[in-house]
């Protein structure tokens, strides 16, 4: 699967549920083109929570994500919940907050053996409350 942004998207009004767990993780590919995803929202409860619950052999690029408000129990990303063996190039994450419980991040919940370059958050808040 190869996805391209060719405008904005604003998720403004929109409660997201995260797509593709950890048993169905997202392995295509994608590029933002430099376009932003606005006002991502996420209240959940569940684990692998982000755009993306989860990813495996993914290529994620030029994906510019703005004011995201992200709540999750593990695996919490504003990009990626749980990234493996995923190219993350030229992303980033411009304001808002990110919350769960445990591997959480601004980019990326948790990571194992991928390759992130040229990417960045900027975030108000990341927090973790380390619970079981």
Same mark, same amino acid.
């Given at each position: 699967?190869?996805?391209?942004?060719?405008?904005? %998207?604003?998720?403004?009004?929109? +409660?997201?549920? #995260?797509?593709?767990?950890?048993?169905?993780?997202? *392995?295509?590919?994608?590029?933002?083109?430099?376009?932003?995803?606005?006002?991502?929202?996420?209240? #959940?409860?569940?684990?692998?929570?982000?755009?993306?619950?989860?990813?495996?052999?993914? %290529? %994620?690029?030029?994906? @510019?994500?703005?004011?995201?408000? @992200?709540?999750?129990?593990?695996?919490?990303?504003?990009l @990626?919940?749980?990234?493996?063996?995923?190219?993350?190039?030229?992303?980033? %994450?411009?304001?808002?907050? !990110?919350?769960?419980? $445990?591997?959480?991040?601004?980019?990326?919940?948790?990571? +194992? *053996? *991928?390759?992130i370059?040229? #990417?960045?958050?900027?975030? +108000?808040? !990341?927090?973790? $409350?380390? *619970?079981?």
């Amino acid at each position: 699967m190869t996805e391209d942004l060719f405008k904005d %998207i604003d998720f403004n009004g929109i +409660d997201y549920t #995260s797509l593709w767990t950890d048993d169905d993780p997202f *392995s295509g590919i994608v590029n933002g083109n430099g376009y932003k995803i606005k006002n991502l929202t996420i209240d #959940s409860t569940e684990e692998y929570v982000g755009l993306f619950g989860a990813t495996v052999g993914a %290529i %994620i690029e030029n994906v @510019i994500i703005e004011n995201v408000n @992200i709540k999750g129990d593990r695996y919490v990303g504003a990009l @990626i919940g749980k990234a493996f063996l995923t190219t993350i190039t030229n992303c980033g %994450i411009i304001g808002g907050t !990110v919350e769960g419980n $445990n591997n959480v991040g601004g980019l990326i919940g948790y990571d +194992d *053996s *991928s390759e992130i370059t040229t #990417s960045y958050t900027e975030l +108000d808040l !990341v927090k973790a $409350n380390m *619970s079981d």
